[in-house]
């Protein structure tokens, strides 16, 4: 199943259409998309009754991010050892942790405007989580994850290298730095003959002049802390809430790990995509004036 957020309501996805949930549970649960994960198994067994390919078409335009204002928000960096490497940092013993503040939340189809020369692209595989929990057992860990989405972990280089240490957690939460989407996809419909960890991640832009370039193409078991360690290393030192998202860490590819370094221009689209999960499509505009 897929859950979305459009236009600010909760709706299941099939295809081109959503049903709203509200409406069709005559109010049982929730419009509110962040809601619904504090009441995930019962919502689950009743979306499992639902027919959403009865749902009315919409625009990919209206689709918000799809978990709209978790409590918390985690984000991994160093992830995967080829971006460690082409970052020139050490693989980290532990996971490195950082925050996205929810302020930079957006949409999966949006543009985002640039604030400096040096903002940065890492397509990201973004866990989200059902029931919570502290101390949670990695052999149990699947069973708090709602579902899966796809994240764009935007940075501005220059604002997360202001000082020493670096600001990694402000320096990727400017204005719409953070979109996620286009819906949640429960973790019974990723490919389940195999691992459900590893699938196809990857983003492609299109520059200005029409021409499109691959700029990161990976596989998620190639992360160094899986998802079940994630979830059990937080689970030991935070509580989990229910609705919280993880940011697992990008692939190389970026544009800081390149020689020279190469960063978005305005009229730039940045394509996001993750094997079973869709895809999501930022356009990079300049600063518009308030
Ligand atoms: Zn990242």
Request: proline share 5%; charged share 20%.
């Amino acid at each position: 199943m897929r859950i979305a957020n459009l236009s600010g309501r909760l709706v299941i996805v099939d295809g081109g259409r959503a049903l709203d949930v509200e409406k069709a549970s005559a109010g049982r649960f929730s419009s509110n998309p962040q809601a619904v994960y504090d009441d995930w198994n019962e919502f689950l067994g009743w979306a499992g009754e639902q027919d959403a390919s009865t749902g009315a078409e919409f625009d990919t335009h209206d689709l918000g991010p799809a978990v709209p204002r978790p409590a918390q928000v985690f984000a991994i960096g160093l992830n995967y050892a080829s971006h460690a490497g082409e970052s020139g940092l050490d693989v980290p013993e532990n996971p490195m942790v950082f925050t996205k503040f929810v302020s930079s939340f957006t949409g999966a189809d949006v543009d985002v405007e640039l604030t400096g020369d040096t903002v940065d692209w890492e397509v990201e595989l973004v866990v989200v989580i059902g029931e919570g929990g502290r101390d949670i057992a990695e052999e149990d860990a699947w069973s708090h994850v709602a579902g899966l989405t796809i994240g764009q972990d935007i940075s501005d280089r220059t604002v997360q290298f202001w000082g020493n240490p670096a600001q990694f957690s402000i320096g990727k939460s400017l204005k719409g730095f953070a979109p996620i989407g286009p819906a949640v996809v429960t973790i019974d419909e990723v490919d389940s003959s195999a691992d459900r960890a590893d699938l196809a991640i990857g983003c492609t832009i299109t520059h200005v002049d029409g021409t499109t370039e691959v700029l990161q193409a990976g596989r998620t078991r190639d992360m160094i802390f899986s998802i079940p360690v994630l979830v059990a290393k937080l689970s030991s030192l935070v509580e989990l809430l229910p609705g919280d998202v993880i940011f697992t860490g990008t692939p190389d590819g970026v544009g800081l790990g390149r020689t020279p370094r190469v960063y978005l221009k305005a009229g730039e689209t940045v394509t996001s995509e993750i094997e079973s999960l869709g895809s999501i499509r930022q356009r990079f505009v300049a600063p518009v004036a308030e």
